[in-house]
């Protein structure tokens, strides 16, 4: 639905574009048959409509390119291709500023008439498109990758910290330690030369 809804909007601009080059390339001479029917025309006159007419030429091709690049974008959004962002900036620099020096008057920002205010409008609302046009745009196979990289790396690191928080320390087992003779009472240590003496005087029996 997004799709499609900036995909009408791109061709709306294209559209408005394509109506002001014919309405700028037309303009002069309209004015031109206006000064021929009207009192006071003079050659003085005619001179300056034959000037306006080629400025009118030069400004109409700028808002033909503008629409053509509008189109442009409105079909590679319906298509899913790429380049579609670039198309509406070439579209938005050629329209724009040009249609601002050419048909706004003197001081505008005082008291903008109506047409003013719907073209200061579709500026502005046109700088907001350009974030979701790139949204809908689909990336090439290097950026692709790249992302899916990161998203693994970062997922990875997820999971690692997760079992770190949840697996307990595990503990060394201590070294053991020697264990320190203490003093044999001395009845234990008569009862041991005892058995002792006894043992040496059994074991000479046996060898004699």
Request: proline share 6%; glycine share 4%.
């Amino acid at each position: 639905m997004t799709r499609l809804c900036l995909a009408l909007i791109t061709a709306l601009y294209a559209i408005a574009f394509a109506f002001l080059a014919i309405m700028a390339v037309r303009w002069p001479s309209i004015l031109a048959l206006a000064a021929l029917v009207s009192d006071g025309a003079s050659g003085t006159d005619i001179s300056r409509l034959i000037n306006w007419r080629g400025l009118g030429l030069f400004y109409g091709g700028l808002y033909l390119f503008a629409a053509i690049c509008f189109y442009s974008c409105s079909t590679l959004i319906q298509r899913k291709k790429r380049g579609a962002p670039s198309a509406f900036i070439l579209g938005v620099l050629a329209g724009f500023p040009f249609l601002t020096l050419f048909d706004f008057s003197e001081n505008w920002w005082q008291s903008p008439n109506l047409f003013e205010q719907i073209v200061l409008v579709a500026a502005i609302f046109s700088l907001f498109l350009i974030p979701a046009i790139r949204a809908v745009t689909p990336q090439s196979r290097r950026a692709r990758q790249a992302r899916l990289r990161a998203a693994e790396a970062a997922h990875k690191a997820q999971i690692e910290r997760q079992t770190a928080i949840l697996t307990p320390p595990i503990e060394a087992n201590p070294a053991p330690q020697p264990r320190r003779r203490q003093p044999v009472p001395a009845a234990i240590a008569r009862q041991r030369e005892s058995f002792a003496a006894h043992g040496r005087r059994a074991l000479a029996r046996r060898t004699r």
